[in-house]
């Protein structure tokens, strides 16, 4: 299994500002992936970030809005940039351990809310 | 095109019964099919999942679930249901044939318990 530790938990932004949230992993891991989550509702895959190499990006999800850094098997980050109200909502971050088909386990989420 | 539909937005049952959740899925090969579960404010968890053989799939928390190829259906069943199983519940799959790793999730239903 994995600890998956994310942050902020939440966090309130102005319009026009960016927010960086971390994950911190506690074992080496290949594949991570970022989610968007409407509350009640289900997840929506942003981009898929493997340690080494450029991050896949979804369809409607774009590297100048939401850059992904990967330095390391632990750790990776997603900023989302000149935010909007469009953008409140919760930010998950995902590892795949395991055989293969790994489970993913899931931070706790970051809470954004855009004003 | 891979997809999963979970037909509940919300299902209640009385503590003690039986309960149910359903799932039916679409790949175009073989799946891998997965239960989570999102108790509130926190991340979600991984209850369980079927690769192959058995159909009957036991998981966390005396949950289980059942493959049924020809119905392309994944339930999730427990034989008593408690009030702390009040929670989000997603179904999840990916082909096996797939190199992406993403699973495609259903939009989740909200299993509510009543003492």
């Known amino acids: 299994s994995a600890v998956i530790s994310q942050k902020p938990s939440r966090d309130i932004c102005q319009r026009g500002t960016s927010l960086t949230i971390q994950c911190q992993v506690d074992s080496q891991v290949t594949m991570m992936f970022w989610y968007r989550q409407q509350p009640g509702q289900s997840l929506t895959l942003i981009a898929t970030?493997?340690?080494?190499?450029?991050?896949?990006?979804e369809s409607g999800f774009v590297i100048d809005k939401f850059p992904i850094s990967r330095p390391n098997l632990t750790f990776s980050t997603l900023t989302v940039s000149n935010m909007s109200p469009e953008d409140s909502s919760i930010y998950l971050c995902?590892?795949?351990?395991?055989?293969?088909?790994?489970?993913?386990?899931f931070g706790a989420g970051t809470r954004l809310s855009v004003l | 095109a891979q997809s999963v539909a979970q037909p509940e937005d919300q299902v209640n049952v009385a503590e003690g019964n039986p309960l149910t959740v359903k799932c039916t899925y679409s790949v175009s090969g073989n799946p891998y099919l997965f239960w989570y579960v999102q108790y509130p404010n926190r991340g979600l968890q991984f209850l369980l999942k079927?690769?192959?053989?058995d159909n009957l799939v036991k998981g966390s928390y005396g949950f289980e679930a059942e493959f049924n190829k020809s119905q392309t259906s994944f339930h999730l069943k427990k034989p008593s249901a408690l009030v702390s199983d009040s929670a989000l519940y997603f179904c999840a799959v990916r082909d096996h044939g797939d190199s992406n790793y993403q699973l495609i999730w259903g939009a989740g239903t909200k299993l509510i318990i009543k003492p």
């Open positions: 995902s590892v795949e351990m395991g055989q293969l088909p790994g489970i993913q386990y």
């Open positions: 079927y690769i192959t053989g």
């Open positions: 970030a493997n340690q080494g190499s450029e991050a896949t990006y």
